[in-house]
């Protein structure tokens, strides 16, 4: 498994598996307005957390810090790292006060870091230039209840990876852009037609190995299906009605139905040894890709009926709710947004820039590169799940402290209805769950 993507599980994993602790808890706690923060004399040593990443991320960001240094003299960073599979329980066992200063985190724990204290708003420490140069759909993320808890320097983005020698092989012309998205039906044909030129008759890899009962599962699959279809997972902050309506069981039922065209992939070679034509998964697999050269190319995610959606969001950065130091705090954040250190993060890890910027001037991702359609879809950005329209195409997962069930859930009916249960049986268990979760929880209302 990349072991880009192995961190988002890992964190998201550690997040879902507190869900079943979420029941009956006592509440929010105070820090979440971020009235606690102080601004400090702006100079001495900030503390930062971070996820223990890949060698190239972590490499860039020692670089990125010590250009930091380097930059004035009054502020010195001392930089801490968590392995992936700890990072979350770390900032969730922490006291408020015990935080950092500034913290590294993914998406969808925010809204529960926020709602038990965790974190502060920016607005006041982080410049406004910073924080509008960030992308409509990073800021989507981090932004809990109309207030801005985080900056990217990076995104996250889904398409279909197509091997071209095998689409002309089927005599299959494919869509480059978000606009002519396969629709689902056409996609049934796409894949019959591929399966006559592949080794295996099996052209399609749905990324199986990183399990749909999970994160993968939520973010990756079952939340752009469920999108695209015109559906939702929540709406009104319940799950009833909402995850288990037709349109979902419709549109989960049709993506179950290709599992008689896709290969299991467990070995994760499937797309770069020629047995499928095609690989639903994130940028994240670029790096190895590319070694397809000239017959790599980036296809939007099929077409439900609501146009072709990605979910989008990944990790970022934001600050300790009772920091002592948030001026000091918010010049690292600051400088972590400038275009040098975002290309050169987003340079060690491939993924796509966050700020709008660097996104313009990717190399990969700007207007006229090989990745430009997984920028252009990012760009589109619809907000949350309540806010989509057809043309929009980039999805931020729910903003909710209950986000751990939410996922936990869905992940497990859409596994469930790829093994052949019944949709509507699967997603109307999962949704009392949720409904029963957040029940116990006060809708995570404060």
């Known amino acids: 498994m990349n072991k880009r993507f192995t961190r988002i599980l890992a964190t998201s994993i550690a997040a879902a598996a507190l869900a079943g602790s979420l029941g009956a808890c006592s509440g929010p706690g105070t820090g979440g307005t971020g009235s606690a923060v102080e601004a400090g004399s702006g100079e001495g040593t900030i503390n930062v957390w971070a996820v223990d990443g890949q060698a190239a991320e972590n490499d860039a960001l020692q670089k990125i810090i010590s250009n930091f240094e380097s930059s004035q003299s009054k502020i010195k960073v001392n930089l801490k790292l968590f392995p992936s599979d700890q990072y979350t329980k770390a900032v969730n066992s922490a006291?408020?006060?015990?935080?950092?200063?500034?913290?590294?985190?993914?998406?969808?724990?925010?809204?529960?870091?926020?709602?038990?204290?965790?974190?502060?708003?920016?607005?006041?420490?982080?410049?406004?230039?910073?924080?509008?140069?960030?992308?409509?759909?990073?800021?989507s993320q981090n932004t809990v209840d109309d207030a801005v808890y985080g900056v990217g320097m990076m995104n996250a983005g889904l398409a279909l990876w197509g091997n071209k020698k095998l689409l002309?092989?089927?005599?299959?012309?494919?869509?480059?852009?978000?606009?002519?998205?396969?629709?689902?039906?056409?996609?049934?044909?796409?894949?019959?037609?591929?399966?006559?030129?592949?080794?295996?008759?099996?052209?399609?890899?749905?990324s199986e190995q990183y399990g749909f009962a999970g994160e993968w599962g939520t973010c990756c699959s079952a939340g752009p299906v469920i999108w695209s279809g015109g559906g939702t997972m929540l709406k009104d902050n319940k799950a009833s009605g909402a995850l288990d309506s037709e349109a979902n069981v419709k549109s989960l039922t049709t993506f179950a139905s290709w599992k008689k065209y896709t290969d299991p992939n467990a070995d994760g070679l499937a797309f770069t040894s020629g047995r499928v034509a095609l690989s639903w998964v994130g940028h994240w697999t670029y790096p190895t890709y590319k070694a397809l050269g000239t017959d790599l190319v980036s296809i939007p995610l099929p077409n439900f009926g609501k146009g072709t959606k990605t979910a989008s969001g990944t990790f970022a950065w934001g600050m300790g709710a009772k920091s002592k130091n948030g001026a000091a705090a918010g010049k690292f954040l600051d400088f972590l947004m400038t275009d040098e250190s975002v290309h050169m993060y987003?340079?060690?890890?491939?993924?796509?820039?966050?700020?709008?910027?660097?996104?313009?001037?990717?190399?990969?991702?700007?207007?006229?590169?090989?990745?430009?359609?997984?920028?252009?879809?990012?760009?589109?950005?619809?907000?949350?799940?309540?806010?989509?329209?057809?043309?929009?195409?980039?999805?931020?997962?729910?903003?909710t402290a209950g986000y751990p069930i939410v996922t936990d859930q869905v992940g497990k009916a859409e596994a469930a209805i790829y093994a052949g249960k019944d949709a509507k049986e699967a997603l109307s268990a999962a949704a009392r769950a949720i409904d029963q979760n957040f029940a116990d929880n006060d809708g995570y209302k404060k």
């Open 168 to 206: 002309d092989a089927a005599g299959v012309a494919y869509p480059t852009t978000p606009e002519k998205a396969w629709t689902a039906d056409e996609f049934t044909g796409v894949l019959d037609k591929l399966a006559a030129v592949v080794p295996g008759g099996k052209p399609l890899d749905l």
């Open 346 to 399: 987003t340079g060690a890890n491939g993924a796509p820039p966050a700020t709008k910027t660097a996104l313009a001037a990717s190399d990969l991702y700007g207007p006229g590169k090989q990745l430009e359609l997984l920028g252009d879809q990012l760009s589109k950005a619809c907000g949350t799940e309540d806010q989509i329209t057809d043309t929009c195409v980039s999805v931020t997962r729910p903003v």
């Open 95 to 139: 006291a408020p006060g015990e935080l950092p200063d500034v913290l590294d985190f993914d998406g969808p724990t925010l809204a529960s870091f926020v709602y038990n204290g965790k974190m502060a708003p920016l607005k006041g420490s982080v410049s406004e230039e910073t924080l509008s140069n960030q992308t409509d759909s990073i800021k």
